[in-house]
């Protein structure tokens, strides 16, 4: 049955000039059928560098609209368009329009986890993996930081910047605690402790490493550790293990699943490249204006 599926899914794949780019957090059978994998900023980079008619875009809405705004020639497919990101959904126009108005003189950076809309309203858009760098980049004036205020306030702790931070949060990483990591630590001393910057401040502060999805790869290429505590969506430990069998990897808690990102199916992705749906599509205004942001973003990459 799922190599019947496989099978269709390569051969329509063909058929359509198609390519299949797939989040570190997805169901491990959609990472494997995926031309290529990883976080948000290479999949942003990847949707620009690959050469094809149609991107099916395995992860949820905001990372769809991300390719289709930075490659609009190309039809972008969302195999589930109710996938949707809590955190991006926690800040909107509204809430972007009233922090502009009490901070006039300022610049406005959204994390990528976020709207179209509030990308367009943005002078620049970052992930997890260069949101340092772009704050670093930024001289002077106060920074609107929106919409995470675990990643927002990481950076401002490392940058030292004067940054005003929204009250967003993912509610997923939120089931991550110290407490967790301390009884793991206690079990395993010599355990390197990394952990995604959308997790809370005390999680942050207790990890040896804070990085996006796919820089845990290159943390654990760096050391000869054994045994890692992943402070992340579960998805990310199927990679992991994968590309590092003589290590081990384990989570401070096994609840901490993304329900959006399991929503694609390799069902979906064959329907979806049957189908030509749910194509993303977006105001031409919108679009122009958050272009600018997200090019803005990969100067930093
Ligand atoms: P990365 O860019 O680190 O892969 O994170 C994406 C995300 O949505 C985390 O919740």
Do not use: W
């Not at 794949?13 to 780019?21: C, G, M, P």
């Not at 401070?252 to 189908?275: A, G, H, I, Y």
């Amino acid at each position: 049955m799922k190599d019947k599926l496989i099978e269709q899914i390569v051969k329509l794949k063909k058929d359509r000039n198609a390519v299949i780019l797939a989040h570190n957090y997805q169901l491990p059978e959609v990472q494997e059928i995926a031309d290529a994998t990883g976080d948000s900023l290479e999949l942003a980079r990847k949707a620009t560098q690959i050469d094809c008619d149609v991107i099916v875009f395995c992860g949820v809405s905001f990372m769809g609209e991300t390719a289709h705004i930075l490659s609009p020639k190309k039809t972008v497919l969302l195999p589930e368009p109710s996938a949707g990101c809590p955190l991006a959904d926690m800040v909107d126009l509204e809430d972007l329009h009233t922090m502009k108005e009490e901070h006039p003189d300022s610049i406005t950076i959204c994390y990528v986890n976020s709207s179209a809309e509030v990308k367009a309203e943005s002078d620049i858009c970052c992930t997890s993996a260069n949101a340092v760098k772009v704050v670093q980049s930024l001289n002077g004036k106060p920074i609107i930081f929106v919409p995470c205020r675990h990643l927002g306030g990481y950076v401002k702790r490392v940058t030292g910047k004067d940054l005003i931070l929204a009250r967003g949060f993912c509610p997923t990483h939120h089931r991550i605690s110290t407490n967790q990591i301390e009884a793991l630590k206690e079990k395993m001393p010599d355990a390197v402790v990394m952990v995604h910057p959308e997790c809370k401040t005390d999680v942050i502060e207790a990890a040896d490493h804070v990085c996006s999805t796919s820089q845990m790869f290159r943390v654990v290429e760096q050391t000869t550790a054994k045994r890692f505590i992943v402070g992340t969506e579960l998805g990310m430990l199927y990679p992991l293990k994968k590309k590092f069998p003589d290590r081990e990897f384990f989570p401070p808690s096994d609840d901490c699943v993304c329900p959006n990102m399991k929503k694609t199916t390799l069902e979906k992705v064959l329907r979806s490249l049957e189908t030509m749906e749910h194509r993303v599509e977006l105001d031409s205004d919108v679009r122009r204006r958050a272009l600018r942001s997200l090019e803005r973003m990969l100067e930093h990459a």
